[in-house]
C-alpha cells in the first residue's frame, strides 16, 4: 500500500485527499472494512451512534461483503449503526439494481442490525417525493442542520459519476437541498441521490475505486484540472471531515508518480 497526499494540485480550493492504492480488490476491501470498524467504533464510544450512508456499486459491494464476514461482523456494535444511502436507482426495493436489495443481500441481512435504524431511500416512490422525504428523515437525524455522516461511503463510474451525481446534469451544483431527484438519459433512469452539501459535511468519505476500465477516469479526476460538469466526483470535497480513495493497481494504472504503486 502507498499513501500519497495530494488531491490538491492545480485546483487549491480542492482539500487535501489521501490517495491509498492495493494490489488487488480484496487487499482494498480489507482495508476499507477495517475503516469502517475504526470509524463505527471511534463514533460509538463518542456519541452512542455511528451513521452511514452506503453506496451501490461492484466495489463497495465486495466491501459489504468483507464486513458481513464473522472477522469483521463481531467488531462492530450494530445494535448502533444507523444506514442511510447516498444514492439510489428509482426501482422498488426488490429489484435487481436496486442498491438497497445490494446492501441488504451483501451485509444487512447477515448482521444483527435493528431494521428501525436501515433508512433506504424509497426508489419506488414518486422521485421528487422520495427525495423530499428522505431529506426530511436526513433532518430529523440531525436536527443541528448538518448532515455529519460519521462515514460516507461512494465509488466512482467510469464517467466520472458518484453517487447518483451524474455528468452534464443539475445535482453536482446543488448549494441548498441534502436529497435530489434527477432523471439521468445515460442510464434512462430517474435517481435518488444525496447532494455534495449533505456529502461534504460528513466525518469521512472513502471512495472506493477498482478496477482497469476505471483508470483513464481516475488519473482525470485525481490529475486533472477541475470540471465538476465533466468530472462530477470532483465535488466530493469534506468541508471539514477527511477525504479518502482506495484504489486497486488496476485503476491506478495511469496516476502520475507515486500514487500509482502499492506494496
Ligand atoms: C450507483 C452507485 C454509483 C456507483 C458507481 C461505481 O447507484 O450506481 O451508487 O455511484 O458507486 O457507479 O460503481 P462500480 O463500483 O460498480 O463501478
Redesign the pocket.
Known sequence: MTGGGGGGGAAPSRPAAEVLTFSSLAALADAAAERFIAAATTAVAARGRFTVAL??????KALYTRLASPGCASRIDWARVHVFW??E?CVPPDHASS?FRMAREALLDRVPLPAAQVHRMRGEDDPPAAAASYERALRETFPEGVARFDLVL????DNG????LFPGLSAVRETARWVVAEHVDEVGMWRLTLTPPALNSAAAVLLLVAGRDKAAMLAQVLDGPRDLDRLPVQAVAPVDGTLTWLIDDAAAANLAGERRRSS
Open positions: 453506496s451501490g456499486g461492484s466495489t463497495p447516498g444514492d436507482r442498491n461512494l465509488g466512482m463510474g459519476h458518484t453517487a447518483s
